[in-house]
C-alpha cells in the first residue's frame, strides 16, 4: 500500500479522487498526514515499558490500572494502541498450544508393553520454556525413566538443535555402554529403549 501511495502526483491533471480508484486505494490515504506523538503519550510509553519489564505478563487492563493508581488516568484501549505501537504485549502461556498438527506424523509409542526394571533402560528427553523479564529461556533434559534421574541438562536462550544434542552426547560419553552386558542406549526424543523391546 505504501508502494501505491508514493504513485499518487498531486500536480497531474487527473483528479487525486480518481487516481486513488485506479491505485485501489481509499481516497482518505491520500490526504493522511501522520500526526507526532504527544509528550504526554511519550511519557505514557516510557513507564508502560518500564512496567512491562517488572511484570511482563501485565496486559492493558492491569496496565492501565497500575498508571490509574500512580495518577495517570487512562483507558485500556488507549494503552492497547501504545503497546502495539511499542511492540510489546503480555507474555502468558497461549491456550491450544499441545495440539498436532495434521500432517506431523505420530510415532507408534516403543514403550507400550515394556516394563522398566533398572536404570539405564530408558532414558526420555524433554525440552520446557521458562518464561524470563524479555522473552524465555529454553530448558533441555535428558533423563532416566527408572531413576527420575537427570542425565545431563542445557539452558539456551534460542530454540535451536545444537544445545539439545550437546546434552543427549553427554549423557551417552558420561552414562553410555559401560559393560557389554548393559544394552545399547539412545536418546531420541520422546523416549527411546533397549533393542529388546
Not at 483507558?75 to 501504545?82: A, D, F, K, N, Y
Not at 531413576?147 to 536462550?157: A, I, Q
Request: aromatic share 8%; glycine share 4%; proline share 7%.
Amino acid at each position: 500500500m505504501a508502494e501505491r501511495k508514493t504513485m499518487i502526483d498531486r500536480t497531474h491533471a487527473l483528479p487525486i479522487v480518481r487516481q486513488c480508484q485506479i491505485l485501489a486505494l481509499s481516497h482518505s490515504t491520500a490526504y493522511y498526514q501522520p500526526q507526532p506523538i504527544s509528550e504526554a503519550d511519550l511519557a505514557r510509553m516510557r513507564r508502560i515499558d518500564e512496567l512491562h519489564l517488572e511484570h511482563p505478563f501485565a496486559g492493558a487492563r492491569m496496565l492501565s490500572r497500575i498508571l490509574k493508581r500512580e495518577g495517570q488516568p487512562v483507558g485500556r484501549r488507549h494503552v492497547s494502541t501504545l503497546m502495539k505501537r511499542m511492540g510489546i504485549h503480555a507474555l502468558y502461556r497461549k491456550p491450544r498450544t499441545s495440539q498436532r498438527h495434521l500432517v506431523h506424523p505420530v510415532y507408534p509409542y516403543l514403550l507400550r508393553n515394556l516394563t522398566i526394571i533398572r536404570p539405564n533402560q530408558v532414558w526420555a528427553a524433554n525440552i520446557t520454556d521458562i518464561p524470563m523479564t524479555r522473552g524465555f529461556v529454553y530448558l533441555f533434559a535428558v533423563l532416566d525413566w527408572a531413576s527420575r534421574r537427570v542425565l545431563s541438562w542445557r539452558l539456551s536462550n534460542t530454540l535451536t538443535t545444537d544445545f539439545c544434542l550437546e546434552a543427549v552426547q553427554e549423557a551417552i560419553t558420561r552414562y553410555g555402554n559401560r559393560t557389554s552386558s548393559t544394552p545399547t542406549k539412545g536418546a531420541s526424543s520422546p523416549a527411546s529403549s533397549s533393542p529388546d523391546c
